[in-house]
């Protein structure tokens, strides 16, 4: 199958090759219900080492860098207690921690995760995070503009591989919350 975007060899639809995801993103796809098909989803196959959006859009074409999609753990903090959460934003942007998910998490200070927590806490890979997958009640932000697009690139969970998913399909995620100015310039 020929890939919706990106220069890539081909593209598969992800309940077609579950073994080529991590557990988390692979039980994700295999219990999709939303109203965009789990066929839709496409995995493709690339370098581990060209995983970074810089080097990536290098090697799988420029246009990638405006259809690409980075998502981030952060932890929202009030009292005693924390949250984490994950934030997906279009690659030219920035997750606005300290507006937007500070003031939707309800916190009184939110940052970046460290990466021994983003990692361990939802069993994907640095580099290769997804909002496909996450732990169960976390919140997922979603910036606007990435709901807009046909399709967009993200983490398949690992470094190796990327997920290519309808824009929409993002608003359908558990616990997603779309958002105006999630990403800033």
Aim: aromatic share 6%.
């Amino acid at each position: 199958m020929h890939a919706p975007i990106g220069n890539f060899d081909s593209a598969t639809p992800a309940p077609d090759c579950l073994d080529e995801l991590t557990r988390p993103v692979a039980d994700a796809v295999r219990h999709w219900s939303g109203a965009v098909p789990a066929e839709q989803i496409l995995y493709v196959d690339t370098e581990p080492e060209w995983a970074d959006t810089a080097t990536f859009v290098e090697h799988y074409g420029r246009q990638l860098l405006e259809q690409s999609a980075n998502c981030v753990v952060v932890t929202g903090k009030r009292g005693g207690g924390t949250t984490l959460a994950a934030c997906v934003v279009l690659s030219t942007t920035r997750v606005d921690v300290n507006g937007v998910v500070r003031r939707h998490l309800g916190a009184r200070k939110a940052s970046f995760a460290p990466m021994d927590t983003a990692t361990g806490e939802t069993g994907m890979e640095y580099g290769g995070i997804t909002p496909v997958g996450l732990p169960a009640g976390w919140p997922l932000l979603v910036d606007s503009a990435v709901v807009d697009l046909p399709y967009v690139l993200v983490g398949s969970g690992r470094r190796r591989g990327k997920l290519l998913v309808p824009g929409k399909a993002f608003a359908e995620l558990p616990g997603a919350a779309v958002l105006e100015g999630l990403g800033t310039a």
